[in-house]
Antibody
Framework: EVQLVESGGGLVQPGGSLRLSCAAS????????MSWVRQAPGKGLEWVAS????????YYVDSVKGRFTISRDNAKNSLYLQMSSLRAEDTAVYYC????????????WGQGTLVTVSS | QSALTQPASVSGSPGQSITISCTGT?????????VSWYQQHPGKAPKLMIY???NRPSGLSHRFSGSKSGNTASLTISGLQAEDEADYYC?????????FGGGTKLTVL
């Protein structure tokens, strides 16, 4: 059974940093692209970033470029999102998702981790 | 303002069919056959319903179908059931990124 379990969310002050993790199981993690998608409270979905199988190709939404870094450790079956210079508008539930068909179909999603940016 | 435009809400009675539209541009929806649709129930993670415009993931009900004409993609749900009541999001690939629509709330009357 495919499982994606996010962790690392919490309350952080504006300008602060946070590292999200996603533990994957039930599939060959190193064979799939992975993505992060976020959802602000009561709002719609927003794609944040994607990474290829090897971690060499990375793509970001414009609003997080230079502040967020997506990475992965295939030996640990884990996906990460390093977030810095956080802003109030980054407040959201962050989902880790497996890419079913490149470039953008996401077939398995975690339950999400809430990031709240507030003073 | 979302990059892809969806109606805020649609409704239908059990057994009926409904269609949700998703309008983009020639740089996204119209330029690639990479449109996906997701269903999201309150408090739950999204679920992939359609990918690459019209393909269903294995095991998904045939009541869900997708299509595209020009810069507009559509999701059709036939034989509406109470459990179909949810939010639906379209997404499209564009060069180097993925766009989502603002979401459509489906109410089953």
């Amino acid at each position: 059974e495919v499982q994606l379990v996010e962790s690392g969310g919490g309350l952080v002050q504006p300008g602060g940093s946070l590292r999200l993790s996603c533990a994957a199981s039930g599939f060959i993690f190193s064979s799939y692209w992975m993505s992060w998608v976020r959802q602000a409270p009561g709002k719609g979905l927003e794609w944040v970033a994607s990474i290829d199988h090897f971690g060499s190709e990375k793509y970001y939404v414009d609003s997080v470029k230079g502040r967020f870094t997506i990475s992965r450790d295939n030996a640990k079956n884990s996906l990460y999102l390093q977030m810095s210079s956080l802003r109030a508008e980054d407040t959201a539930v962050y989902y880790c998702a497996k890419v079913y068909v490149v470039p953008a179909a996401l077939d398995y999603w975690g339950q999400g981790t809430l990031v709240t940016v507030s003073s | 303002q979302s990059a892809l435009t969806q109606p805020a809400s649609v409704s239908g009675s059990p057994g009926q069919s409904i269609t949700i539209s998703c309008t983009g541009t020639s740089s996204d929806v119209g330029g690639f056959n990479y449109v996906s649709w997701y269903q999201q129930h309150p408090g739950k993670a999204p679920k992939l319903m359609i990918y690459d415009v019209s393909n269903r993931p294995s095991g998904l009900s045939h009541r869900f179908s997708g299509s595209k004409s020009g810069n507009t993609a559509s999701l059709t749900i036939s034989g509406l059931q109470a459990e179909d009541e949810a939010d639906y999001y379209c997404s499209s690939y564009t060069t180097g990124r993925t766009l989502f629509g603002g979401g459509t709330k489906l109410t089953v009357l």
